[in-house]
């Protein structure tokens, strides 16, 4: 059983500063780990994903987010946000297979 | 243009009425998924198609029944509605070979009354 825990339901930060959204997650074999975006009343949207290589990969709109085996984590991360960019975010994983597992969602403000 | 349509966008039904929500997808994705999203319980997995024919149940199949006759057709249907089906329903599809990376419509808001 795959299992993806993000620890923080809201986040709230100002304009240009940075922020760091946190996941983890549990399971034993090799998975894809993604991050997707959902600004209100809308879809999700793919930001980025892992599979294997660098622990760092970036995304979309400056995001990025980094792996850790030791950890069981994948956080994702931003320099300097933008309004805009206030939204929730899911983190998710899946294997081979077509099935993911999303996690509760972070609900990210970003005050001017 | 890659695109998950969702139609209707917003359903208002009587309990006990049959819904049908339809998703469509421009880009040949083999895989086809039907979520409901609500408030405190995140994204539930109710169906996911892996091709024409070839559906498997989800997370919470009780209550939902699928049809895909075509590979870029994905239908949700509730035979006899409940309240408790009021949610918003996102359609998804995927390209297998690129890791399920999930491509989402805008949804289906659906009030059952």
């Known amino acids: 059983t795959q299992t993806v825990s993000q620890s923080d339901a809201h986040v709230t930060v100002f304009e240009g500063d940075s922020v760091e959204l946190r996941c983890n997650y549990s399971?034993?074999?090799?998975?894809?780990l993604s991050w997707y975006i959902q600004h209100h009343g809308r879809g999700l949207q793919f930001l980025l994903k892992?599979?294997?290589?660098?622990?760092v990969v970036q995304g979309v709109n400056g995001f990025e987010a980094e792996f850790s085996k030791s950890d069981s984590s994948f956080h994702l991360r931003k320099a300097s946000v933008h309004w805009s960019d206030s939204a929730v975010y899911f983190c998710?994983?899946?294997?081979?297979?077509?099935?993911?597992?999303f996690g509760g969602g972070t609900r990210l403000t970003v005050r001017p | 243009d890659m695109k998950v349509t969702q139609m209707p966008r917003y359903l208002i039904k009587r309990m006990g009425e049959n819904v049908l929500l339809e998703c469509g997808q421009d880009m040949s994705h083999e895989t086809m998924y039907w979520y409901r999203q609500d408030p405190g319980l995140g994204l539930q997995l109710i169906y996911i198609s892996y091709d024409v024919d070839s559906n498997s149940e989800g997370d919470i199949p009780k209550g939902y029944r699928v049809s895909r006759k075509k590979r870029e057709h994905f239908s949700l249907i509730l035979d006899s509605a409940k309240t408790n089906q009021t949610s918003v329903y996102f359609c998804a599809s995927s390209f297998r070979a690129s890791g399920n990376t999930l491509y989402f419509g805008e949804g289906s808001r659906l009030i059952v009354v």
């Open positions: 892992y599979y294997s290589g660098n622990p």
């Open positions: 399971y034993g074999g090799s998975i894809y």
């Open positions: 998710a994983v899946n294997n081979a297979g077509a099935k993911l597992t």
